[in-house]
């Protein structure tokens, strides 16, 4: 079983930044691709970015130049460095891990852009 723990989400005013973690519990991050999805209120998840197993990167247009997903393997983590927030970004951020046929998710991370 893969445990994925958050942290690093709070409030931020417009403009500001954030860094978002993930740590897995397990040896087979390095084997993962991983993401990151949110969730606002009325809507569905949706996929933010995602990096292979080998470092290949996707964002979604609305996160293109401000946001960067970057993997330590080692560490077993990944991480989201987010720029230039705006109100829109508000979200439960979740880290995903797909392994296989498998896919595993954290309890997810609250992220305010407010003023």
């Known amino acids: 079983q893969v445990q994925l723990a958050e942290s690093g989400g709070g409030l931020v005013q417009p403009g500001g930044s954030l860094k978002l973690s993930c740590v897995a519990s397990?040896?087979?991050?390095?084997?993962?691709?991983m993401g990151w999805y949110r969730q606002s209120p009325g809507k569905q998840r949706e996929l933010v970015t995602f990096i292979t197993r080998i470092g290949t990167t996707t964002y979604a247009d609305s996160v293109k130049g401000r946001f960067t997903i970057s993997r330590d393997n080692p560490k077993n983590t990944v991480y989201l460095q987010m720029n230039s927030l705006k109100s829109e970004d508000t979200a439960v951020y979740y880290c995903?891990?797909?392994?296989?046929?498998?896919?595993?998710w954290g309890q997810g991370t609250q992220v305010t852009v407010s003023s």
């Open positions: 995903n891990a797909h392994y296989g046929a498998y896919d595993y």
């Open positions: 397990t040896s087979i991050f390095s084997r993962a691709d």
